[in-house]
């Protein structure tokens, strides 16, 4: 099992930018890829961002495209959301994931099925 915490979450303008951290710990030798979701109130939890934790491939939702990247630093096990030009409806509860499947289809790390283990959340408020 794999264990994440989420930090860096808080209340930012529209049109500014805040970075998410994920630290894993546990068996993060069994991690093949990395993602982020988000829930927002009243609304299903939804894709945002992946990668596979080699490094070989990321994968973004069409609404962040252009705007979030997707990082990890594996000597310290987390990953990273980069979230520029935020607007009011990425307001959320963001979660990481970690997935201990592999598979080179190309959606398959965008489904919240392909993940094992995931972290509790953190808040990012986006006001205008």
């Known amino acids: 099992q794999v264990q994440l915490v989420e930090s860096g979450g808080g209340l930012v303008q529209v049109g500014g930018s805040r970075r998410l951290s994920c630290a894993a710990s546990g068996r993060t030798f069994s991690m093949y890829a990395m993602g982020w979701f988000r829930q927002a109130p009243g609304k299903q939890r939804e894709f945002v961002a992946a990668?596979?934790?080699?490094?070989?491939?990321?994968y973004y939702a069409d609404s962040v495209k252009g705007r979030f990247t997707i990082s990890r630093d594996s000597a310290r096990n987390t990953v990273y959301l980069q979230m520029n030009s935020l607007k009011p409806e990425d307001t959320a509860v963001y979660h990481c994931?970690?997935?201990?499947?592999?598979?080179?289809?190309?959606?398959?790390?965008?489904?919240?099925?392909?993940?094992?283990?995931w972290g509790q959340g953190t808040q990012v408020t986006v006001s205008s």
């Open positions: 994931a970690a997935s201990r499947g592999y598979s080179t289809d190309t959606y398959y790390y965008t489904g919240s099925s392909a993940y094992n283990d």
């Open positions: 990668m596979r934790w080699s490094g070989d491939r990321t």
